[in-house]
C-alpha cells in the first residue's frame, strides 16, 4: 500500500535503522521511540490491525513474536522487554497500518 508508512520502509523506499528483514516481516528502530531501546517489528504484507488476520496468519503472527524475542536477546535487553499490539483507535493504534508487533523493547514505559 503506497501510502503505508511501514509498508514503504518494508519496501526500502523509506530510509530506516533496519534491526531484520526476512521474506515475512522487517524490523527498524522507531523514529520518535518510547524506551532506550524501541523497536518495531512488522509484517512485509499490509495489515490493517490484529482484527485484518485469521487462522492462515499463524505463522505469519508466531514469526513476528520469534524476532521480537530474538532482536531483544541481539540487542541486549531480554532480561527485561515489552512486546506490545496496539490494535484500534482506542489502543492508541493510530496508524492505519500494520498492528506490526509493536516491540517496545528494553522498558522505561510509563504510563501504563
Known sequence: ?????????????VPARIVRRDEN??????????APTHVLVVPRRHLASLDATDTGDRELLGALAEAAREIAR???????????????????????????????IGCRLSAW
Do not use: K, Q
Request: aromatic share 10%; glycine share 10%; proline share 2%.
Open 1 to 13: 500500500m503506497s501510502d503505508c508508512i511501514f509498508c514503504r520502509i518494508a519496501a526500502g523506499e
Open 25 to 34: 516481516l522487517v524490523a527498524f528502530h522507531d523514529l520518535a521511540p518510547v
Open 74 to 104: 541481539e540487542l541486549g535487553v531480554a532480561d527485561g522487554y515489552r512486546v506490545v499490539v496496539n490494535n484500534g483507535a482506542s489502543a492508541d493504534h493510530t496508524w492505519s497500518r500494520s498492528f506490526g508487533c509493536a516491540a517496545a
